[in-house]
């Protein structure tokens, strides 16, 4: 079946730094939806991805769709506290939604 | 308030029962989606349903059932054919007259069999 792989798994920053996410799927993807889980809580909608090498923002979030819609990425730039949670990809095939494994953001503040 | 019900919130069982997990949403979504949650294992998708009375397999479904006889409702069993039950069950919806509208997910329901 379809695979959504993520890198890395784990992150541990300095409050400040920078993070980003990366996930890569075995097929093409229609469109790509970023979801953030925090801990002991349940996966939340931040945004979808659906043109080819789409950039989109929101404050220090920056997500990105590959060119050939087989990637993308999450940038968070200078990070805080309450970015912790772990960050899943997940990519629409068919009926179906294809979930990366998810990187875990840990924050030191 | 609109959303997405599960309980319970933690569920403990014996190895050998069946358990049957609720998922109850208000937000007139057509479709929904049963996940399960294992450390270091992303979402896997056990069943979904599109609409009332019909219902897919997903990556993961043997050892699970479902039924969808309400829009509302879709409850998952998890049988004592399942080989490790013990995880984190996460019930989804979305709307299905657009294809690229987001899953709502309920709060999630923590099981243990021993």
């Known amino acids: 079946g379809q695979q959504v792989m993520q890198i890395p798994q784990y992150q541990h920053v300095q409050e400040g730094e920078d993070f980003t996410t990366y996930c890569n799927s075995s097929?093409?993807?229609?469109?790509i939806q970023w979801y953030k889980q925090r801990p002991g809580g349940h996966p939340v909608f931040l945004i979808q991805l659906v043109k080819s090498g789409e950039v989109k923002k929101q404050k220090r979030l920056t997500f990105q769709f590959g060119e050939a819609k087989k990637n993308s990425s999450l940038h968070i730039t200078a990070t805080q506290t309450t970015d912790v949670g772990t960050y899943f990809c997940?990519?629409?095939?068919?009926?179906?939604?294809?979930f990366g494994t998810g990187t875990s953001l840990t924050v030191i503040p | 308030d609109g959303g997405i019900t599960q309980s319970p919130k933690y569920l403990f069982r014996k190895e050998g029962q069946n358990v049957t997990l609720s998922c109850e949403q208000n937000?007139?979504?057509?479709?929904m989606y049963w996940y399960r949650q294992d450390p270091g294992q992303g979402l896997r998708l056990i069943y979904y349903s599109q609409i009332v009375n019909d219902f897919q397999k997903g990556d993961i479904a043997e050892g699970y059932s479902v039924s969808r006889e309400k829009k509302e409702s879709f409850p998952l069993t998890v049988t004592s054919a399942q080989k490790n039950p013990t995880a984190f069950y996460l019930c989804?919806?979305?709307?299905?007259?657009?294809?690229?509208?987001?899953?709502?997910f309920g709060n999630g329901t923590r099981l243990t069999v021993t």
């Open positions: 937000l007139n979504h057509d479709a």
């Open positions: 097929t093409t993807l229609s469109n």
């Open positions: 997940a990519g629409r095939g068919g009926n179906q939604f294809y």
């Open positions: 989804a919806s979305r709307t299905a007259r657009n294809p690229t509208s987001p899953l709502h």
